[in-house]
């Protein structure tokens, strides 16, 4: 079963410890390019597991995992663009 983080527009932690990647959402204003850079922490100097970027005018973008993602310290999420906001899918280990 996954669990969302329900809709996000900051950088943050989203989980601590370990857990899966089961999907990653990224909306946009319309305008501006949104990115999320996903890395395995609690504090963003974690080996980055996974980017997704979403031209502006595509307004969202993202994908699911069939094959989650393994995460041993947690999610810390980096996003950037104006405006943008993301979504992530986590599941226990």
Known sequence: MSVSSGE????KVII???????????????????KVVIDDSTDGNGTVKW?????????????NFTDPL????????????ANATYFIETASP
């Open 8 to 11: 996000q527009s900051t950088t």
């Open 16 to 34: 601590t410890g370990p857990c899966r990647l089961t999907g990653v959402g990224v909306c946009t204003d319309g305008t501006n390019l949104g």
């Open 51 to 63: 980017e997704q970027g979403c031209a502006g005018a595509s307004l969202t973008g993202g994908r």
């Open 70 to 81: 393994e995460f041993e310290n947690g999610i810390y999420v980096t996003v950037s663009g």
